[in-house]
């Protein structure tokens, strides 16, 4: 069984910084890529970055949001996935979600991220 737990939200000051870990379990973790996600009030479900699998042959991939800001890592002997988040902004307030790209794994529970002075 997929187990995704996500878990480093909070309140945040703008421009501050914040350190969002994901604990996978329950699949093949080194051979498969990793995404994590956001979602804001209102707004669709997007993409915040992406990284290869051992097996892959594609790069890390952030969106224009998060390039220069965001950063994406993985540990495969711990079986986690890390989003280091910096200069946060007004506008990245959401809850965040890690995930298997292109797959129909349940998500988590998330972890929320809310920035205000």
């Known amino acids: 069984q997929v187990q995704l737990v996500e878990s480093g939200g909070g309140l945040v000051q703008p421009g501050g910084s914040r350190k969002l870990s994901c604990v996978a379990s329950?699949?093949?973790?080194?051979?498969?890529?990793m995404g994590w996600y956001r979602q804001a009030p209102g707004k669709e479900r997007e993409l915040v970055a992406s990284?290869?699998?051992?097996?892959?042959?594609?790069?890390?991939n952030y969106a224009d949001f998060a390039e220069g800001r965001f950063t994406i890592s993985r540990d495969n002997v711990e079986h986690t996935v890390d989003l280091e988040m910096t200069d946060l902004k007004p506008e990245d307030p959401a809850m965040y979600y890690c995930?298997?790209?292109?797959?129909?794994?349940?998500w988590g529970q998330g972890t929320l991220v809310a920035v205000s002075a």
């Open positions: 329950g699949f093949a973790f080194e051979f498969s890529d």
């Open positions: 995930r298997r790209p292109s797959t129909w794994d349940a």
């Open positions: 990284i290869p699998s051992v097996l892959s042959s594609g790069k890390i």
